[in-house]
């Protein structure tokens, strides 16, 4: 009996064996290995570092490793603790002026609701009655009704948050140790690697990895981290209150191809027009410039035509990704479909 497969069929074969194997990593293997990932991508500055000071300075690359990943772990802490402060401060602060806010608003829209009255030759109150009932809602309260609302969920979920501040807290322990091995012990794990019946496997899904990671992830991250600092930089500058907090909102958007700054920038732009207010719409339209032209010289030098998606696929595969995997498949659906596209086409 004829078993001889056409290309097709192998193909075929290839990309839904594939696909199987993504879907369960990601699903069931992916938050079990997330300490090693995160101690692979730690140990990827910290190894050169510390074979240059154990030929150097003969200092061992264990020491060297150690005082190393200690340093940037303080600098990882000191800039969260910092940009969590500046963030709280701010939503703190955005806490306190939502009456003020609000009441400006519903003053928005009623001129609104006035002038389209006036356009349709309404009688006056015939739209903007509707929008009279939002002001006696009691705006005033707003902002301490939001405050207590947070704080009484906070109190409700405080076992909870011990529970995870103490799986967080082991997590960090696992990978600071994973990061040691990983640095100090990488010849080993390499030779225990081609010493495995499944070398040939490991080699080529860990290639197909790598070039994904370099091509997708670490171009996305970089351009989201670039995107916070620019848009905080500009709103600062521009004398907004809420810089970082809106920064670091915009950065996370930038990173969702679906979303993008543009969802933020071009609806404010557009208002600040109608505003008349000429400095912030050209501040605005300054930064989403900027943001536009980091994505693409970032995808174009790191990215180019070797990987990516099209905008059909892009929001095929989020669209998936957020059914299979929640709020985190609109990350994991892009890089699964892409290890999928990767390894069908080598």
Known sequence: MDLHLTRKQEMLLRTAGMTLAVYLIFKYL????????AAILLS?????????FYKKLHVPIGLAAGVLLALLCGVLALLLYWLGKSALDQLILLSGQLPDLWSACCDWLL????QVEQGLRLSRGTISAQ???????????????????????????????????????VTVFVTIGATLITTTQLEELKRARDRSVFREEIVRITGILARVGAAYGKT????????MAVCAAGLTIMGNSYALLVGILLGFLDALPL????????PWIAVSAFSGNLRQTVGLAVIYAVCSLIRELMEARYMGDRIGLNALENLISMYVGMQLFGLL?????????LLIK???SS
Do not use: H
Request: net charge negative; with cysteine.
């Open 329 to 337: 498949g609109l990350f994991l659906g892009p890089i699964g479909y």
């Open 131 to 169: 929008m009279i009932r939002f002001t006696d809602m009691g705006a005033d309260g707003l902002g301490m009704k939001t405050l207590s609302g947070f704080l009484d969920g906070l109190m409700n979920t405080s076992f909870q948050g011990v529970r995870v501040a103490a799986e967080l807290l």
């Open 44 to 52: 990827i500055p910290i190894r050169p570092a510390a074979r240059f």
């Open 30 to 37: 992916l938050p079990l290995f997330l300490p090693f990932l």
């Open 259 to 266: 979303f993008g700054v543009s969802t933020v920038l071009w």
């Open 111 to 114: 001129d609104c609701c006035s």
């Open 342 to 344: 990767e390894a069908g």
């Open 220 to 227: 996305e991250l970089m351009i989201m981290l670039l995107t």
